[in-house]
């Protein structure tokens, strides 16, 4: 029996055994100039900027196969034809050619990362602000969620007889310092004991892992220090859940202003709305799972919000796990083949860096 997965395929693959080389010639230079132009490309304008070897009237009934095959579009205020989100996507699957970062662009962007790689964050900060400088459209950048982030130290200390600070340092550098109470009292050597075997114990792990059976283990092994266990762990890892906010690191939201399809005052406001919902964001960001590049375009995307957007989309680890991504988000009038190797360059980058850091 076929999956819906293998239908799709195998109807996409049967729309592409119908395009001849002239097909995919005109839809290729159908796609780069309206990318260029954001005007409604004609036959006339194709046969006069493009070698294609053909008459008009050619390309003219080549351009209606290719809407009858759902490749292009048609404005009802304009002869020419315009690519549809199935038309990018045989384009950035097939047929774009990636543009090369200039080598000087790739050396200064590798050294000002270096120069701003303090905490994790100032090096993603950063790395949102080049990304949207050199693709001119909006960048997304999520920092690693707490609760993918390992525990690198705990260190408990004490404030007076009842209160202690638990300074807890996670494995991309983010330090959680919540005051605790302890009814009862404690004493230096008691969160001294308590700090080794807390240490000894999660020390490695996720908040993630720590969701199992590890602080009933925790109790059991700190019995005589109860009194303290009670009070303080369960209050230190629910501190860090309640502030597992999504980290979104977002640059050149007003680029979109820029581009004649968000002319439309409405859906400008709407684009804008929707960068003001970090979780919608990530969510849309995170939708596509996928290892290396990965492209959503227009319709593609799950949320309706994002349905007159691409998205571009690389991750970046830590020991091997997947902790963040860095995402561009534009019209799907959108200049892929630059994006790509821009994201490709800078998620590149940020992975040599953090693997070095926390090596």
């Known amino acids: 029996m076929i999956s819906t997965h293998q239908e799709r ?25 309206y990318i260029v132009t954001a005007e409604p490309v004609g036959s006339r304008t194709l046969s006069k900027k493009y070698d294609l070897g053909v008459s008009s009237a050619t390309i003219r009934n080549e351009m209606a196969d290719l809407e009858e095959l759902g490749y292009l579009t048609q404005p009802h205020t304009s002869a ?45 900060q950063y790395s949102s602000k080049i990304i949207s400088q050199l693709t001119n459209y909006t960048s997304a950048v999520i920092a690693p969620q ?49 700090s080794n075997m807390l240490n000894k114990k999660i020390q490695g792990l996720s908040i993630k892992d720590l969701e199992g059976n590890i602080l009933q283990e925790l109790a059991t092994e700190l019995y005589e220090f109860n009194h303290i266990t009670e009070a303080i762990v369960p209050k230190l890892f629910n501190t860090i859940e309640t502030t597992e906010n999504v980290e979104l690191f977002l640059s050149g939201t007003t680029n979109i202003f820029n581009f004649p399809e968000f002319n439309d005052l409405l859906k400008a406001k709407s684009f804008l709305t929707l960068l003001e919902e970090k979780q919608i964001i990530s969510n849309i960001i995170s939708a596509k799972d996928q290892g290396g590049i990965s492209i959503s ?20 680890k830590i020991d091997e796990t997947v902790v963040g991504r860095l995402s561009v988000i534009g019209p799907t009038r959108m200049d892929y083949a630059n994006v790509v190797s821009v994201v490709h360059q800078i998620s590149k980058y940020i992975n040599e860096l953090i693997r070095t850091r926390y090596r």
């Open 146 to 194: 707490i609760k993918e982030n390992k525990i690198k130290h705990i260190q408990l200390v004490p404030v007076d007889t009842q209160n202690i600070i638990a300074v807890m340092i996670m494995d991309t550098g983010v330090i959680k310092n919540p005051v605790l109470r302890v009814p009862g009292g404690i004493t230096y050597d008691q969160v001294e004991k308590v």
């Open 297 to 316: 375009i227009g319709s593609e995307n799950v949320y309706k919000e994002a349905q007159e957007c691409s998205l571009v989309t690389a991750t970046y």
């Open 80 to 124: 020419g034809r315009i690519p549809s989100d199935k038309g990018y996507r045989l384009y950035v699957d097939d047929l774009m050619e990636l543009k090369m970062v200039a080598d000087l662009h790739r050396k200064n962007i590798k050294n000002n990362l270096l120069k701003q790689f303090g905490e994790i964050e100032q090096l993603l």
């Open 9 to 33: 395929v195998l109807i996409i693959w049967g729309d592409r055994m119908n395009l001849n080389n002239r097909k995919i010639k005109i839809l290729q230079a159908i796609i780069q100039d």
